[in-house]
């Protein structure tokens, strides 16, 4: 078990672009979570996925910002018309939620983004 | 809704103590705690569990109380290699069988020889 996986570590982009992102998380986790962060500031969460249903979706999460998990496993991220706001460390976590009980969330590298 | 970390920064010297306090305004189904180091992805410490079970670290401990909706993390004897930002994580029921992980906006600590 490598963890959770995130690419590309860094991307930059032009403001007005697409970009997506990919998390692969634990194998065997069905929780996964999106958080977004900046300098000096914690995790913000974005939205989480209970295998590939979506269940929450912040409201920082503007129609720019849509995520997926088909089929339970990777998911991505996609930011259209990326603004210079965007510019931050967007984070994937997962973990295991059985009958109530689960395991802590484990984080990835995440995905630095810089919208110039 | 976030939950409110106190102190925002600590300085200790090796061998202090420190205490990192938690608290939310909604009832909490869970508290995680995590360690952040500069460009580097947060790391679990402990979680605490409503009912009293918590899972965690053998140098670090933590409590959970429920009715106030507060958590404390203990760190005793610190060394070098506790400084980081440390973040709570507090899992609240956000409806529709729905549990929402919301992050503080975390403690800076720094240990000093």
């Known amino acids: 078990d490598t963890g959770v996986s995130q690419n590309p570590r860094h991307k930059i982009t032009k403001r007005g672009q697409n970009v997506t992102f990919r998390c692969d998380p634990i194998s065997e986790h069905n929780r996964l979570y999106w958080y977004r962060q900046t300098l000096g500031q914690g995790p913000e969460f974005l939205t989480y996925f209970q295998n590939e249903a979506q269940l929450e979706k912040s409201r920082l999460l503007s129609d720019r910002f849509s995520a997926e998990r088909p089929k339970g496993s990777f998911s991505t991220l996609e930011i259209q018309r990326t603004e210079q706001g965007d510019s931050a460390m967007y984070l994937c976590a997962s973990s295991l939620v059985t009958g109530g009980r689960y395991t802590e969330a484990f984080f990835g590298q995440g995905t630095r983004l810089t919208v110039v | ?113």
Request: include cysteine.
């Open chain 2, 1 to 113: 809704q976030q939950p409110v970390q106190s102190p925002q920064a600590v300085i200790l010297r090796e061998g202090e103590d420190a205490v990192i306090n938690c608290s939310s305004s909604k009832a909490l189904y869970s508290v995680h705690w995590y360690r952040q180091k500069h460009g580097e992805a947060p790391v679990f410490l402990m979680i605490l569990l409503k009912g009293g079970e918590q899972k965690g670290h053998d140098k670090i401990s933590a409590s959970f109380n429920e009715k106030k909706q507060q958590s404390s993390l203990y760190l005793t004897a610190s060394q070098l290699s506790y400084s980081g930002t440390y973040f709570c994580g507090t899992e609240q029921y956000s409806g529709a069988g729905s549990y929402q992980l919301t992050f503080g906006k975390g403690t800076k600590l720094s240990v000093i020889p």
